[in-house]
């Protein structure tokens, strides 16, 4: 397939964009159908040129900082209340809540 058949094939038109919106139970009229349609197709477009650009000798980003992000300490801030919030649980083992079993 070509870069024009490929282009052409992704084109979105009204009625493409409408059976779309039916699928997500979004309600569009048909001009709202129409522009969105028109943006889709410029955003397919913007995707199709970003294809065609060489990164062949371009290193991925593990960060788009210079520096990376100062990260704070793994202190513990909060006391364990477990055994406060199980006591007035009606049935527990082991630390775990025991509920009744819904499916079978």
């Known amino acids: 397939m070509s870069t024009s058949d490929a282009q052409h094939s ?3 038109n009204a009625q493409t964009v409408s059976a779309i919106a039916h699928l997500a139970r979004l309600k569009l009229n048909d001009t709202q159908s129409a522009e ?3 943006s889709l197709n410029k955003i397919l477009g913007m995707m199709e ?3 065609g650009i060489n990164t062949d000798d371009v290193e ?3 960060s788009p900082f210079d ?3 100062p990260l704070r300490e ?3 801030t909060e006391q364990n ?3 406060q919030y199980q006591a007035v649980a009606p049935a527990v083992q082991d630390g775990l809540y025991l509920v ?3 499916i079978e």
Request: without cysteine.
């Open 36 to 38: 969105y349609a028109q």
């Open 10 to 12: 992704a084109d979105l």
């Open 60 to 62: 991925p980003l593990k």
């Open 67 to 69: 520096h990376p992000q």
């Open 49 to 51: 040129s970003l294809k």
């Open 81 to 83: 209340h477990r055994e």
């Open 100 to 102: 009744p079993r819904v």
């Open 74 to 76: 793994d202190v513990v």
